[in-house]
């Protein structure tokens, strides 16, 4: 770790922006048992921070409000992902993310590691398929901008995305993927419609509603309380849209502006402490999210 002794060891920062599944449309499914998708993501200014510096071996730490229920040995997908560069780094993972919670969290966690590491070390990106392999989602947050995602998650195309004004909410139920998608009845579902060019984010939400989340019927039946959020969401007052991210149990809702979604966040928090929130725009996070060099 860096200290007074070492001045000129780099340090780099990475943050990890939480992903969220406008749509989520789920289309078929492979003979391995992974499911075909076609959905349309975007990434939150919300999001875990990672900070990694030069060591003999490679260790984490894990701290931050929700960093009590993430693992701090070889499962977590930080080491998993830094492992690929064979070399030693001390890693920090400042946990503000709720795990297994449909927005990516980990995933989002092994690409800014990844991110980190290229810029610690100075090697290359791992390949497309060593990337996928640390988790169907990590690829889309290797580069975390809007982008409309097919196959298992590793077919990406960017998308241009008016900021969405946002609200994530989650009720603190735990909903492991594999399970959801195991209670999925339908599996050939339609896929997405084209996407056209959004004048606005009023636009935009207003194609979205049209669209659906195909894994949050099964989620709800799973844990009943995502449909309890999905209410609340929708009568905080300016929300125009309100569904589930990923497998779940986070839900987000749209609104006309970031006053809007702020306030709703206030009263949402008053009203439910007990549940997780936080508001911000949805879009671009790819700028927030480089690696910088303290
Ligand atoms: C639901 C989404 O969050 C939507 O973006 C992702 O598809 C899930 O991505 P992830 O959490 O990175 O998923 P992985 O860690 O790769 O897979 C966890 C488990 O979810 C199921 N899984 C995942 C992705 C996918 N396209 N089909 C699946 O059936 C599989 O049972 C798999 O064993
Ligand atoms: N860095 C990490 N952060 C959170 N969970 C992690 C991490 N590494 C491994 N895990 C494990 O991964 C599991 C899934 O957590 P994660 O937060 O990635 O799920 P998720 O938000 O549902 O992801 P997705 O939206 O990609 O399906 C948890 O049970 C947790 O123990």
Redesign the pocket.
């Known amino acids: 770790m860096q200290n007074r002794c070492t001045p000129n060891m780099p340090r780099i920062d990475v943050f990890a922006p939480a992903?969220v599944?406008l749509a989520l449309h789920v289309t078929g499914q492979r003979a391995d048992g992974y499911h075909l998708l076609d959905s349309l993501v975007a990434f939150s200014p919300v999001g875990?921070a990672l900070t990694l510096a030069p060591a003999d071996a490679l260790v984490l730490k894990?701290s931050g409000p929700e960093g009590a229920?993430?693992?701090e040995g070889p499962?977590?997908?930080?080491l998993k992902a830094a492992a690929l560069f064979g070399v030693g780094a001390a890693v920090t993972?400042e946990?503000c993310?709720?795990?297994?919670?449909?927005?990516?969290?980990?995933?989002s966690?092994?690409a800014a590691a990844l991110r980190g590491m290229a810029a610690l070390t100075g090697q290359p990106l791992p390949d497309a398929a060593a990337v996928l392999k640390l988790?169907?989602?990590v690829p889309m947050c290797l580069d975390p901008r809007p982008a409309r995602t097919r196959g298992i998650g590793e077919d990406l195309t960017p998308v241009a995305l008016p900021p969405l004004p946002a609200v994530l909410v989650n009720p603190r139920v735990?909903?492991?993927?594999p399970s959801v998608f195991k209670a999925l009845t339908v599996k050939d579902n339609p896929p997405l419609p084209e996407i056209p060019a959004f004048a606005d984010a009023g636009a935009c939400i207003g194609w979205l509603a049209d669209q659906r989340n195909d894994l949050q019927a099964p989620a709800v039946a799973q844990a009943p309380v995502i449909a309890e959020v999905l209410a609340v969401l929708a009568a905080l007052p300016g929300c125009k849209l309100a569904r589930m991210?990923?497998?779940?149990a986070?839900c987000f809702g749209l609104f006309g502006s970031e006053a809007e979604a702020e306030a709703a966040q206030t009263a949402l928090a008053a009203s439910h402490p007990g549940w997780w929130s936080a508001h911000g725009s949805l879009g671009d996070q790819a700028q927030k999210a480089a690696a910088t060099v303290r």
């Open positions: 992903k599944n875990d894990v229920a993430v693992p499962e977590n997908l930080v993972l946990k993310l709720p795990a297994a919670s449909g927005i990516g969290g980990g995933s966690d092994a988790g169907a989602d735990e909903v492991p993927t991210s990923g497998s779940g986070t």
